[in-house]
């Protein structure tokens, strides 16, 4: 069983950085699909980075385009969202979620979206203030 577990969180001041960490165990297959997600107070949860494995593509959502990146550090079976330029609409609870061999047929390109994944961490508060 895939096991997720985000921590980094945090209060930071607008302009400001943070790296959140995805902690991740109990894979069974090399074929995967790492996701970061946030779900901001009376809004819906929303896609922000993701990477595959299978061809090492990573994605990012317009909004934080030029100031997130997604990395991974395969050693530690940890990945990465380095938060640069924070602004206050950038607090949100962020989630990591996972998916093993992901059909590419049905899901898209960008692995933006909720219902592809099996996997969610508990989440880790990010709070940007202003």
């Known amino acids: 069983e895939v096991h997720l577990v985000e921590s980094g969180g945090g209060l930071v001041q607008a302009g400001g950085s943070l790296r959140l960490s995805c902690a991740a165990s109990g894979f069974t297959f090399d074929d995967y699909v790492i996701g970061w997600f946030r779900q901001a107070p009376g809004k819906e949860r929303e896609g922000v980075s993701s990477?595959?494995?299978?061809?090492?593509?990573?994605y990012n959502a317009d909004s934080v385009k030029g100031r997130f990146t997604i990395s991974s550090d395969n050693a530690k079976n940890t990945v990465y969202l380095q938060m640069n330029t924070l602004k206050p609409e950038d607090t949100a609870v962020y989630y990591c979620?996972?998916?093993?061999?992901?059909?590419?047929?049905?899901?898209?390109?960008?692995?933006?979206?909720?219902?592809?994944?099996?996997?969610w961490g508990q989440g880790t508060q990010v709070t940007v203030s202003s």
């Open positions: 979620a996972a998916v093993e061999r992901p059909d590419v047929l049905a899901v898209d390109i960008t692995h933006l979206t909720l219902y592809e994944y099996d996997y």
């Open positions: 990477m595959s494995s299978s061809d090492g593509s990573t």
